[in-house]
């Protein structure tokens, strides 16, 4: 799943996969679905071949189960989540060595996008938190496409206007950030087409 031949470290299952696969298309997501994990999972690969990790396995299975539970509107996505990974490696990899508890961590943390310092969490937390919001530095039609899913997401679930007013206050408190990327990596990677992007969508508003 990654053009670096440091990683992924772990060969998975095959019925883990299908799990990942069933669980990642309830409900029907937009964005939120298998494709980001792996897209994320693939920004981890080029950790992998930079930066490095402490951590790698742990690193990869976060990858693939931060968003394994996802209901939008819920606040509790991160730690069912986090809690679903942790079972997956008691039952599929129980001799692999994972620290369970650092991934546990790593995938609730990112409940926590765009109000975190890096002095906060550690380098393989910071990096991470990164490689989830590298689609804020996607080329522009990519970007555009991962706003609307996520407005699609929320339909239905909250009125348009508030989806809307939330979606601006979060856009607008990330370019105030002094750092919207929490490692040196990600910052130098990703900071400034990031806030090309997070510019753009505000002047031309937020639907």
């Not at 522009?140 to 496409?145: A, D, E, G, I, K």
């Not at 996520?150 to 239905?156: K, L, T, V």
Request: charged fraction near 15%; glycine fraction near 6%.
């Amino acid at each position: 799943m990654s053009d670096s031949p440091l990683f992924p470290p772990l060969q998975l299952p095959a019925p883990m996969l299908e799990q990942l696969r069933a669980l990642h298309a309830q409900p029907p997501r937009a964005y939120h679905h298998f494709g980001h994990a792996q897209a994320v999972l693939q920004h981890c690969g080029q950790v992998a071949a930079g930066p490095g990790w402490q951590q790698p396995a742990v690193a990869q299975l976060a990858a693939l189960y931060h968003d394994a539970v996802y209901v939008p509107g819920r606040s509790d996505n991160e730690a069912r989540s986090a809690a679903l990974a942790a079972q997956a490696v008691a039952r599929w990899l129980p001799d692999a060595g994972i620290d369970v508890p650092a991934l546990v961590r790593m995938i609730e943390l990112t409940a926590r996008h765009g109000q975190l310092e890096p002095s906060q969490v550690s380098t393989d937390q910071a990096l991470f938190l990164d490689c989830d919001m590298a689609i804020l530095a996607a080329p522009w039609p990519v970007f555009s496409r991962y706003d609307a899913d996520i407005a699609s997401e929320f339909a239905g679930v909250v009125p348009r206007w508030l989806f809307a007013w939330r979606r601006r206050a979060f856009l607008k408190a990330l370019l105030k950030r002094p750092r919207i990327y929490l490692s040196d990596w990600g910052h130098g990677c990703f900071d400034a087409p990031a806030r090309a992007n997070l510019s753009r969508r505000l002047l031309q508003g937020v639907a």
